[in-house]
């Protein structure tokens, strides 16, 4: 009877503290913690959109700052320019890989089939805005069903022809993967789909293309400083490959002029992978082939974007130099490596007395997409500068908040490796 009267008097406290007064004290104090709570909600939203919307204006600014050296340089040599001269516009892209796991992911099991398309869909019409499209194909195109790493189906380059580039350099430390003779089928089956192909020994001046663009003539020379397994391969095997030397290269400058190149620009393949360095050997390189008379040299092979710079040559003309332009496609895992970019060199030619001159440089920043292993389509090109300051970040996004954070990131460090003021000494 005892614990019942106690549980009787507890009852009865606790009756009394409910109260219609002490009920309404609780609610408000539960309504006010909510409303707190919401409070902060909100301010955090609020804030993380002025962020996003700070960080996206920032992104915007970007690409106005990047050439603003290069800019003041040519409108000072431009000075004299005419509304009435040609414009003749090129574009480069970095190297061109077709890895397995990109053959997987474009592979149609049901119909034996490749289908690379979507990989490109959303970068094409970046891509396809000038005369030449230059990259690097740094994967065979051979005639084997076998594909792998070193081999892809003629769908990959149809995909890649597809997307814009029109020209492609086969001088790279993988030219030799098929052999001799997977180098020529590769060559064979690029000109088949309609692409110009510099790079090879084939036949003498082979190294050098001439592509006549609005009645003027563009020499493509390229090398390549590298080559895989080079110490196991016979003389006449690296012979079939336009590996750089100075004599060589002189050489072809000297031949291009007898041609009448108006205006001479190389493609090499050099430095070190994987490296934001440009080293001495690239220096020393870009040195003598502005000394000799180049207009323009675009680098490739460390697959992530180096510095950029621009010269003046003995004559008092600029030459560009962009040391590497990073990969175009590939499924490397690397960061960096997954940041892209279309450079676009805008020529101007004087109608008074033919000469051209650069007038302009400008560049689309890309990131190669990895959605996933288990996705329909894995691997697709897009815009970074773009998707970046579309993102909403409400969860309605293509992209994740993190894929969102690496193209800031990507942006930033691109902003200070394509910054002219940035040169490693």
Known sequence: MARNRRNTRRNTRIKEFLTSRNFFIIVGILLAIIIVCIGINVFREGRARTELAKQQEEIRAQSEEIFSQITENIEETNKNISESDIIIKLSAVGDIVCSEEMLQDAYNEEENTYDFTHMFSNVT?????????????????????????????????????????????????HSLDNGVNGLLETKSNLEKEGFSVVGDNENTNSSVLIREVKDSKIAILSYTCLLDNEQNLQDDEIDAVNVYGEKQAEEDIEYAKEEGADYICVMIHWGDDISETVNDEQRKIADFLVDNGVDLIIGSHPSIVQSMEIRQNSEGDNVFIAYSVGTYVSSLPEEKAKEELVLNIELRKSRKDGKISLNKVDYTPLYMLDNGEKSENRYELIDMKNTATSYKGDGTDKISKETYDNLVSGLNRLNKALGMNNNEE
């Not at 230059?134 to 076998?146: D, K, R, V, W």
């Not at 995909?159 to 020209?167: D, E, I, K, P, Q």
């Open 125 to 173: 019409d970046l891509v396809n805005v000038s005369d030449i499209v230059m990259g690097t194909m740094e994967t065979g195109i051979t005639n084997s069903t076998e594909y792998n790493d070193k081999n892809a189906p003629i769908e990959f380059a149809r995909a890649v022809r597809a997307s814009g580039v029109n020209l492609v350099s086969l001088a790279n430390n």
